[in-house]
């Protein structure tokens, strides 16, 4: 068990190795920050100043040691377009985002899960057909049409919901949430719908289809050999080997989740820092773009182990190297 | 055949299991009838595709759609149970019929205990508090051979062998005492070294417990040393059916015959092992008449013609145009 | 029983095999389960009258809104045929589904989207396909640690969704290259993120095929008498694979249309002078408050229907292909 966290963790840690290259190498080899930061006019002497400030002359793994040091503490260096620095533009903005996250992975799973139960038992019932319709019709519909249809219908037409912004935000310890007011969770609602509509008919297309794949395994059919009650059988059995992959792939989903709120704050206006992302690459902010890539793998790669660690919690089959050896 | 006071525990009728396919009907089980008496075990032995398996599942009411029983019923102690409701069925399920699948790495979940299953399924038929059901739990472990069942009550399959494992498959057909078992290919999924010991203890138990085995196999030698009587399957209809030993030793159809000298004896000194022409019919293209007619080296005009029924011979019933004396035997399609 | 001696016997012209073939296709299940279906069949049928629109929009549509020099200001936003908008202007019968902000026919810069759309997507697809295929070959038939390796790109690349893959690489290169000479390869760039985003699915199917094929015997033999057996394993699994990478491609299909529009939208994708239709909702959308709706509903009922249509018929290749439901 310990062998398998340190196993995880190690492969973390390489992993963000990698990223950290690469975005170093983004630093390195993309754009010049002196142009970018002094424009076309700066003089040579000015230049070279500010290649001496940046360090910029020194031998290239100096540079790499430096970057990484700063970025473990936390600092990725001044944004070119905005001049503040980036690791306080991450944080103003990080709120919003993973509350954004959050309240839609709250309704995707919420809402997808059981509805992908449903459509796997109950396969040929009039319901299921209607969810799986909507479903395909779901993951037809990209994000931000569906964003901008209910924009339409309950902001331009309706009246009812704000359509950009995040209202009134309320300061915890530093944090700044838009979750505690009625006004808050007024201009979170349509995001946050938007954003949990794709991944909610994933998750139930996937949960009926592990079902359907579960309902036809042997040990289902035995357990309807041996009498057991229906709810035993689908609820028990059946469930539990479905949720198992279900994991997995939730947990992927939220990382997908993340990257999908790049477009859902585009459509809102929504302060996050997926817009923050998107400014980025449209200037060319080398900053914000590696230090967003960075923050992202860290997610991705948390994510991954906590999906790890959960699967090694459910299925017993991991936690087989050990235990008694079978004599025959 | 004596007297017989009491019914047969099961009574198969004129069983006929219908898959409904865009090319037709096709019918894997036809016109299918025989009994098992208590406590007695019924080899039912055939190719791949003979329909043994179909029969099985029909009779425990385990049809996968679209196939359905189309006609015909399948009777349990005096009591018709082709047609119920699910929820009948399921009651019946465990506890008066039960069913052994091939290959015990897939028949166990994978994410419950050994012990689980078996107090789940103990407590669905009874109501046994949950001490009482674990201690008879273990006490099944230790029945169908598994060591310190104490311990592995709480194990999980994959912690098992595949031998063991179909031990605790037995021992979960076996937990609720049913009256017959449907053990379909028990050991073909196993070492052959372990076989035996399965054949051996499923049979000794059975005895045990009381239960009726129908035992569906391809493999002759396990009929031989278990079956109390044989019935031999083709291309979803019965050629023959009787004491194994007058089946195997005195096969009347030509289909057994062939299938009998098909198996090397040791011992046995024979120049060529008896090899059957062709191959068992798909579902699709039965021949007119007998099944077998094609690949028969005795056949004749008339089993073309119609289809045998069951016929008394001695002491087995086969069909067989060759065992009707009413029917003109003129020319033969040789 | 002579006749199909005989037939068994001549050479069947390549006329003839054409129509033993239509014929087999016909009889087959796959045409079965296509004919059950109508809601299929509808899909099939939208989805070869939008192929059709778009290879066809230089010459069908009404108007050529690719030319920056016909268009009119004094078009522009004009609501659709028969509609009144907020301001009171009217409709007219000239520009059937209104106009945008700078003057553009919405049917053809519709029209004219859908040609975008579909070319990036298409071609994005069978780039990806094609590096996939040859990846998983690769992989598959190599095994050791390349396959080790090329796997594990593609694991850590699975956990990162299309999206930000191709905006990663659309901002380094944005960053390497010049403006210009950026904003001149905007298309291929576009064209190989998304490639770069899809090409894990093909790799990992025909990696299981070609490692299927590997354990055979006749792999073994074709090296035993000296035939190269990569080649033989190739004709071997090809076949195999065409089904299922059929159906990925035709899913990924969808999502690369869906990702080529949602970059656009964003505004890193197509270039502005050629506006696909996600540029063309991107543009509508600051319209929606001022009532000028069509400008953004359009173009995505449009997108809308491609997708769905391209996802059914997906779906259910996927289910008519699949040996197990069979």
């Given at each position: 068990?310990l062998?398998f966290?340190?196993?995880?963790?190690?492969?973390?840690?390489?992993?963000?190795?990698?990223?950290?290259?690469?975005?170093?190498?983004?630093f390195?080899?993309?754009?010049?920050?002196v142009?970018n930061?002094l424009?076309?006019?700066g003089?040579?002497?000015?230049?070279?100043?500010?290649?001496?400030?940046?360090?910029?002359?020194?031998?290239?793994?100096?540079q790499?040691?430096?970057?990484?040091?700063?970025?473990?503490?936390?600092?990725?260096?001044?944004?070119?377009?905005?001049?503040k620095p980036?690791?306080?533009?991450?944080?103003e903005?990080?709120?919003?985002?993973?509350?954004?996250?959050a309240?839609?992975?709250?309704?995707?799973?919420?809402?997808?899960?059981?509805?992908?139960?449903?459509?796997?038992?109950?396969?040929?019932?009039?319901?299921s057909?209607?969810?799986?319709?909507?479903?395909?019709?779901?993951?037809?519909?990209?994000?931000?049409?569906?964003?901008?249809?209910?924009?339409?219908?309950f902001?331009v037409?309706?009246?009812?919901?704000?359509?950009?912004?995040?209202?009134?935000?309320?300061?915890?310890?530093?944090?700044?949430t838009?979750?505690l007011?009625?006004?808050?969770?007024?201009?979170i609602?349509?995001?946050?719908?938007?954003?949990?509509l794709?991944?909610?008919?994933?998750?139930m297309r996937?949960?009926r289809?592990?079902?359907?794949?579960?309902l036809?395994?042997?040990?289902?059919k035995?357990a309807?050999?041996r009498?057991?009650?229906s709810r035993?059988?689908?609820f028990?059995?059946?469930?539990?080997?479905?949720l198992?992959?279900?994991?997995?792939?939730?947990?992927?989903q939220?990382?997908?989740?993340?990257?999908?709120?790049?477009?859902?704050?585009?459509?809102f206006a929504?302060?996050?820092?997926?817009?923050?992302?998107?400014?980025g690459?449209?200037?060319?902010d080398?900053?914000?773009?590696?230090?967003?890539?960075?923050l992202?793998?860290?997610?991705f790669?948390?994510?991954?182990?906590?999906?790890?660690?959960?699967?090694?919690?459910v299925?017993?089959?991991l936690?087989?190297?050990?235990?008694?050896?079978?004599?025959? | 055949?004596?007297?017989?006071?009491?019914?047969?525990?099961?009574?198969?009728?004129?069983?006929?299991?219908?898959?409904?396919?865009?090319?037709?009907?096709?019918v894997?089980?036809?016109?299918?009838?025989?009994?098992?008496d208590?406590?007695?075990?019924?080899g039912?032995?055939?190719?791949?595709?003979?329909?043994?398996?179909?029969t099985?599942?029909?009779?425990?009411?385990l049809?996968?759609?679209?196939?359905?029983?189309?006609?015909?019923q399948?009777?349990?102690?005096?009591r018709?149970?082709?047609?119920?409701?699910?929820?009948?069925?399921?009651?019946?399920r465990?506890?008066?019929?039960?069913?052994?699948?091939?290959?015990?790495?897939?028949?166990?979940?994978p994410l419950?205990?050994?012990g689980?299953?078996?107090?789940e399924?103990?407590q669905?038929?009874?109501?046994?508090?949950?001490?009482e059901?674990?201690?008879?739990?273990?006490a099944?472990?230790?029945?169908?051979?598994?060591?310190?069942?104490r311990?592995?009550?709480?194990?999980?399959?994959h912690?098992?062998?595949?031998?063991?494992?179909?031990?605790v498959?037995?021992?979960l057909?076996?937990?609720?005492?049913?009256?017959l078992?449907?053990?379909?290919?028990?050991?073909?999924?196993?070492?052959v070294?372990?076989q035996?010991q399965?054949?051996v203890?499923?049979?000794?138990?059975?005895r045990?417990?009381?239960a009726a085995?129908?035992?569906?196999?391809?493999?002759?030698?396990?009929i031989?040393?278990?079956?109390?009587?044989?019935?031999?399957?083709y291309?979803?209809?019965?050629?023959?059916?009787?004491?194994?030993?007058?089946?195997?030793?005195h096969?009347?159809?030509?289909?057994t015959?062939g299938?009998?000298g098909?198996?090397?004896?040791?011992?046995?000194?024979?120049?060529e092992?008896v090899?059957?022409?062709?191959?068992?019919?798909?579902?699709?293209?039965?021949p007119?008449?007998?099944?077998?007619?094609?690949?028969?080296?005795?056949?004749?005009?008339?089993?073309?013609?119609?289809r045998?029924?069951?016929?008394?011979?001695e002491?087995?019933?086969?069909?067989?145009w060759?065992?009707?004396?009413?029917?003109?035997?003129?020319?033969s399609?040789? | 029983?002579?006749?199909?001696?005989?037939?068994a016997?001549?050479?069947?012209?390549?006329?003839?095999?054409?129509?033993?073939?239509?014929?087999?296709?016909f009889?087959?299940?796959?045409?079965?389960s296509?004919k059950?279906s109508?809601?299929v069949?509808?899909?099939?049928f939208?989805?070869?009258?939008?192929?059709?629109?778009?290879?066809?929009?230089?010459?069908?549509?009404p108007?050529?809104?690719?030319?920056?020099?016909?268009l009119?200001?004094?078009?522009?936003?004009i609501p659709?045929?028969g509609?009144?908008?907020?301001?009171?202007?009217?409709g007219?019968?000239?520009?059937l589904?209104?106009t945008?902000?700078?003057?553009?026919?919405?049917?053809?810069a519709?029209?004219?989207?859908?040609?975008?759309?579909?070319?990036?997507?298409?071609?994005?697809?069978?780039?990806a396909?094609?590096?996939?295929?040859a990846?998983?070959?690769?992989?598959?038939?190599?095994?050791?640690?390349?396959?080790?390796?090329?796997?594990?790109?593609?694991?850590?690349?699975l956990?990162?969704?299309?999206?930000l893959?191709?905006?990663?690489?659309d901002g380094?290169?944005?960053?390497?290259?010049?403006?210009?000479?950026?904003?001149?390869?905007?298309l291929y760039?576009?064209?190989?993120?998304?490639?770069?985003?899809?090409?894990?699915?093909?790799?990992?199917?025909v990696?299981?095929?070609t490692?299927?094929?590997k354990?055979?015997?006749?792999v073994?033999?074709?090296?035993?008498?000296?035939?190269?057996?990569?080649l033989i394993?190739?004709?071997?699994?090809?076949?195999?694979?065409?089904?299922?990478v059929?159906?990925?491609?035709?899913?990924?299909?969808?999502?690369?249309?869906?990702?080529?529009?949602t970059?656009?939208?964003?505004?890193?994708?197509?270039p502005v002078?050629?506006?696909?239709l996600?540029?063309?909702?991107?543009?509508?959308?600051?319209?929606l408050?001022?009532?000028?709706w069509?400008?953004?509903?359009f173009?995505?009922v449009?997108?809308?229907?491609?997708?769905?249509?391209v996802?059914?018929l997906?779906?259910w290749?996927?289910?008519?292909?699949?040996?197990?439901?069979?």
């Amino acid at each position: 068990m310990l062998a398998f966290i340190v196993q995880r963790l190690l492969q973390a840690i390489v992993v963000m190795m990698v990223v950290g290259i690469i975005s170093f190498s983004l630093f390195q080899f993309v754009g010049d920050p002196v142009n970018n930061m002094l424009g076309p006019e700066g003089t040579t002497e000015q230049r070279e100043k500010l290649r001496e400030k940046l360090g910029l002359n020194d031998a290239i793994p100096i540079q790499f040691i430096r970057y990484a040091g700063n970025a473990l503490k936390g600092e990725f260096g001044l944004s070119y377009r905005m001049g503040k620095p980036v690791d306080e533009l991450l944080v103003e903005r990080l709120p919003a985002t993973i509350e954004l996250v959050a309240v839609s992975a709250v309704i995707a799973l919420v809402i997808g899960v059981p509805m992908g139960v449903y459509t796997g038992l109950r396969r040929d019932s009039w319901l299921s057909r209607v969810f799986l319709t909507v479903s395909l019709v779901g993951i037809s519909l990209p994000t931000f049409v569906i964003g901008i249809l209910m924009i339409l219908v309950f902001g331009v037409w309706l009246g009812w919901l704000p359509t950009f912004g995040r209202g009134g935000v309320v300061d915890i310890g530093g944090w700044q949430t838009s979750l505690l007011t009625l006004q808050g969770w007024s201009h979170i609602i349509m995001p946050a719908i938007t954003l949990a509509l794709f991944q909610l008919t994933l998750i139930m297309r996937l949960v009926r289809a592990e079902m359907l794949e579960v309902l036809r395994t042997d040990y289902i059919k035995f357990a309807r050999a041996r009498g057991l009650k229906s709810r035993d059988v689908n609820f028990g059995h059946a469930l539990k080997n479905t949720l198992v992959p279900v994991i997995t792939i939730t947990g992927l989903q939220i990382g997908s989740l993340l990257a999908f709120s790049i477009i859902t704050e585009t459509v809102f206006a929504w302060p996050g820092m997926g817009l923050l992302f998107l400014q980025g690459i449209q200037f060319v902010d080398i900053p914000v773009m590696s230090s967003y890539l960075v923050l992202m793998a860290l997610f991705f790669v948390l994510i991954n182990l906590a999906v790890d660690l959960l699967y090694y919690a459910v299925d017993p089959r991991l936690r087989a190297e050990h235990t008694g050896g079978a004599a025959h | 055949m004596n007297d017989r006071e009491r019914r047969p525990l099961l009574e198969v009728e004129n069983l006929r299991v219908e898959f409904p396919t865009r090319r037709g009907t096709l019918v894997a089980v036809d016109d299918v009838s025989f009994h098992i008496d208590e406590g007695e075990v019924l080899g039912v032995v055939g190719e791949s595709g003979a329909g043994k398996s179909l029969t099985g599942a029909a009779i425990i009411g385990l049809l996968e759609p679209p196939g359905r029983i189309a006609s015909g019923q399948v009777v349990l102690d005096g009591r018709r149970i082709d047609n119920l409701s699910y929820e009948q069925m399921r009651r019946i399920r465990g506890r008066e019929i039960g069913m052994v699948f091939q290959d015990p790495l897939t028949s166990l979940n994978p994410l419950y205990t050994v012990g689980r299953q078996l107090v789940e399924t103990l407590q669905t038929h009874t109501d046994l508090g949950d001490d009482e059901a674990r201690e008879r739990a273990i006490a099944l472990l230790s029945e169908v051979g598994i060591p310190s069942p104490r311990v592995r009550i709480d194990q999980y399959p994959h912690q098992f062998s595949g031998g063991m494992r179909q031990r605790v498959v037995i021992a979960l057909a076996l937990c609720i005492n049913p009256r017959l078992i449907i053990a379909d290919e028990p050991t073909t999924a196993l070492d052959v070294s372990i076989q035996a010991q399965i054949i051996v203890l499923l049979k000794r138990l059975c005895r045990d417990h009381g239960a009726a085995v129908m035992l569906i196999t391809h493999d002759m030698g396990v009929i031989a040393e278990t079956a109390d009587r044989v019935a031999v399957m083709y291309a979803g209809r019965l050629a023959e059916i009787g004491a194994v030993d007058q089946v195997i030793n005195h096969a009347k159809h030509p289909y057994t015959h062939g299938l009998m000298g098909s198996i090397p004896v040791v011992g046995h000194d024979a120049d060529e092992l008896v090899q059957i022409e062709g191959t068992m019919p798909r579902l699709t293209a039965i021949p007119s008449g007998c099944a077998f007619n094609p690949r028969c080296p005795e056949a004749f005009e008339h089993c073309r013609a119609a289809r045998p029924d069951l016929i008394a011979v001695e002491d087995s019933q086969v069909a067989c145009w060759l065992y009707d004396p009413s029917v003109e035997r003129a020319v033969s399609l040789e | 029983m002579s006749t199909r001696i005989e037939s068994a016997v001549i050479p069947r012209s390549p006329a003839n095999r054409a129509a033993d073939a239509l014929r087999r296709f016909f009889d087959s299940d796959v045409y079965f389960s296509f004919k059950r279906s109508p809601v299929v069949v509808i899909a099939f049928f939208v989805t070869v009258l939008l192929f059709a629109v778009a290879a066809l929009a230089p010459w069908i549509a009404p108007h050529n809104t690719n030319e920056v020099a016909t268009l009119n200001l004094m078009d522009a936003r004009i609501p659709p045929f028969g509609v009144t908008d907020t301001f009171g202007n009217e409709g007219s019968a000239k520009f059937l589904l209104g106009t945008d902000d700078q003057g553009r026919d919405m049917l053809s810069a519709i029209m004219f989207g859908l040609r975008i759309s579909l070319g990036v997507g298409f071609a994005s697809v069978i780039l990806a396909a094609l590096l996939g295929t040859a990846l998983g070959l690769l992989s598959g038939y190599v095994g050791g640690r390349l396959d080790s390796l090329i796997m594990r790109i593609a694991d850590v690349q699975l956990t990162f969704p299309a999206i930000l893959i191709a905006l990663m690489i659309d901002g380094i290169v944005g960053g390497i290259l010049p403006r210009a000479l950026h904003e001149e390869l905007k298309l291929y760039v576009l064209v190989l993120a998304i490639s770069a985003s899809q090409w894990v699915n093909f790799a990992r199917t025909v990696r299981g095929s070609t490692l299927v094929e590997k354990n055979k015997e006749y792999v073994q033999a074709a090296r035993v008498i000296g035939v190269r057996p990569l080649l033989i394993m190739v004709r071997h699994v090809l076949p195999n694979v065409t089904g299922p990478v059929l159906v990925i491609g035709t899913l990924s299909l969808a999502i690369a249309i869906l990702t080529e529009a949602t970059l656009s939208f964003l505004g890193v994708g197509v270039p502005v002078t050629h506006p696909s239709l996600g540029t063309l909702i991107r543009i509508g959308q600051q319209y929606l408050f001022s009532g000028e709706w069509w400008m953004t509903i359009f173009p995505s009922v449009a997108l809308v229907i491609l997708v769905l249509a391209v996802n059914l018929l997906g779906d259910w290749l996927r289910d008519a292909l699949n040996p197990k439901l069979r």
